[in-house]
């Protein structure tokens, strides 16, 4: 069994910073692919950015150049740096990973972005 932990979220101007995290209950030293996706209301949750073991990341195309994803092994713990948001990126966003075969998500964290 995994816990993911989100946090960092809140309200934030248009063209301002957030710093999420999200704290796993498990080394993490070991998991392959953690993400981070987000959820727009009446939409389907999408794939914000990833990140693997070695480091490797991908990001959805809106957010290359704004946002960078990280992890820390020793932490347990994998941030999402989100710069110059927009009111587009307002969202819940969410923490994914799988481990041992099974699939987990976060409880989920609300960013909004004001005009």
């Known amino acids: 069994q995994v816990q993911l932990v989100e946090s960092g979220g809140g309200l934030v101007q248009a063209g301002g910073s957030l710093r999420l995290s999200c704290a796993a209950s498990v080394s993490i030293f070991s998991i392959n692919t953690m993400g981070w996706y987000r959820q727009h209301p009446g939409k389907q949750r999408e794939l914000v950015a990833s990140i693997t073991s070695i480091g490797t990341t991908t990001y959805q195309d809106s957010v290359k150049g704004r946002f960078t994803i990280s992890r820390d092994n020793a932490q347990n713990t994998v941030y999402l740096q989100m710069n110059s948001l927009t009111p587009e990126d307002t969202a819940v966003y969410y923490c994914?990973?799988?481990?041992?075969?099974?699939?987990?998500w976060g409880q989920g964290t609300q960013v909004t972005v004001s005009s």
């Open positions: 994914k990973t799988t481990y041992q075969g099974r699939l987990y």
